[in-house]
């Protein structure tokens, strides 16, 4: 009896082994399907959406500013930096991020990569500080209306956007030298150089700072 018992559980064994790794198998395969569904497909095409929407829109924008005398107000050629700036990072930034989902790396080398991060920075800043500056407008013409009137020109408008991309340009220069292709895990890819995580914060601690804090407590303060 008690080798008839051996004979009837191992091969019970040995199926329930068999099971599980059968379902572990069929798990990574699904997770691995999943993951080459996104990254190949979803991430590509929601990006390229933004692509023809972002360029769509921000385009008639622009067209209609700039042919329209009438409509060159100073709150509008504000408007239409954003604009610029937005069209500016819809070219560039979701088709080489898609590339970068889809594929895992990145093969463009050392130059786009920098240039990438830079544009990035620069594009999203501007947005950012073009949109404090139509903040403090409102509350110029509604709380200051008279005494600022003088100061409330198209030409001081032009002048107030091209310090922001001056500014813009010139504060993230670090960029430039602070990202390049670096090997993760067997693969190329464009990232921040650093030796270590503290490195990195330290690096990027620049880059929050000007994005969210400061703009946000400018048009708090206008507002």
Not at 50 to 79: A, D, E, F, S
């Amino acid at each position: 009896m008690a080798d008839v018992s051996e004979v009837t559980w191992l091969p019970t064994t040995s199926s329930a082994v068999t099971n599980d790794s059968n379902r572990t198998t069929t798990g990574n395969d699904d997770d691995a399907m999943f993951a080459m569904v996104l990254n190949c497909i979803v991430v590509p095409v929601l990006f390229g959406l933004i692509t023809i929407v972002g360029l769509t829109g921000n385009g008639l924008v622009i067209y209609v500013i700039v042919t329209k005398r009438r409509m060159r107000t100073v709150t509008n050629l504000l408007l239409l930096n954003l604009a610029i700036a937005d069209v500016c990072f819809v070219i560039v930034i979701p088709p080489f991020t898609a590339y970068m989902q889809a594929r895992g790396s990145w093969p463009f080398g050392e130059v786009p990569c920098r240039l990438l991060h830079y544009l990035v920075n620069v594009t999203a800043y501007v947005t950012v500080y073009t949109l404090v500056l139509i903040a403090a407008l409102r509350y110029a013409t509604i709380v200051h209306s008279t005494s600022t009137v003088r100061y409330r020109t198209r030409r001081n408008a032009m002048l107030a956007v091209a310090a922001i991309w001056v500014l813009m340009l010139l504060v993230n220069s670090p960029i430039l030298a602070s990202y390049g292709v670096v090997r993760e895990e067997g693969l190329l890819i464009c990232d921040i150089k650093a030796d270590n995580p503290r490195q990195v914060k330290l690096l990027r601690f620049p880059e929050h700072l000007l994005q969210a804090p400061c703009p946000s407590v400018r048009a708090y303060l206008a507002y």
